[in-house]
């Protein structure tokens, strides 16, 4: 599977966002991710994380203000997503219905790739609700797709070089899957 849901939710309030770390996407829509502060923001990454490997992690506020197409993510292999703003939107994950996919890039990408939907299958999805946590393979290609009222979707997401088999591990053994 290409995700899981946390046992508990994160009841994550009075955000203050920061500077902007990356933009990907084109005429300011697509996905910002941006350094926040928030109460608890050490206890939260003590939670999740043992201190040995907090040096794979790092915590920022992600907004979506527009339909993401499937793609593989930029610089990371794994994500734990806690999902402020849902913006009823469905997470959906696919695989390759071909040896060799077309791809593009947008801007900010270096080494994440956008797919052309005819060269992929949906496998699965799931529709978070607020304060949800979920682990994301984010190696593998998923798209956001906004519900009727869409705005904006935010998460805090927690983002690591560690792949998702070892992430969802160490939730295991913290209890919190």
């Known amino acids: 599977m290409e995700f899981c849901k946390l046992r ?23 996905i ?8 608890r923001k050490f206890d939260l990454m003590q939670l999740l994380v043992p201190p040995a490997l907090q040096k794979n992690f790092s915590i920022t506020l992600m907004r979506i203000n527009v339909l993401v197409p499937p793609h593989i993510d930029n610089g990371i292999k794994s994500t734990i997503n806690i999902y402020l703003e849902t913006g009823d939107c469905a997470t ?14 947008v801007g900010g990408q270096s080494d994440g ?17 607020p304060y949800e946590a979920w682990l994301l393979d984010v190696t ?4 956001v797709k906004p519900g009727k009222d869409f705005k904006e ?5 927690i983002s690591s070089t560690l792949c998702y088999d070892k992430v969802k591990f160490m939730l295991e053994n913290r209890g919190l899957i």
């Open 8 to 30: 508990s939710n994160f009841y994550l309030h009075d955000i203050e966002v920061k500077d902007e770390q990356m933009f990907y996407g084109e005429n300011g829509k697509g």
């Open 140 to 143: 593998k290609p998923h798209s």
């Open 153 to 157: 979707r935010t998460a805090i997401a």
């Open 92 to 105: 959906n994950f696919y695989r390759f219905a071909t040896d060799n996919p077309r791809t593009r890039q």
């Open 113 to 129: 790739f956008i797919y052309d939907d005819n060269d992929l299958i949906k496998t699965n999805s799931f529709n978070a609700k």
């Open 32 to 39: 910002g991710y941006y350094n926040a502060d928030f109460p």
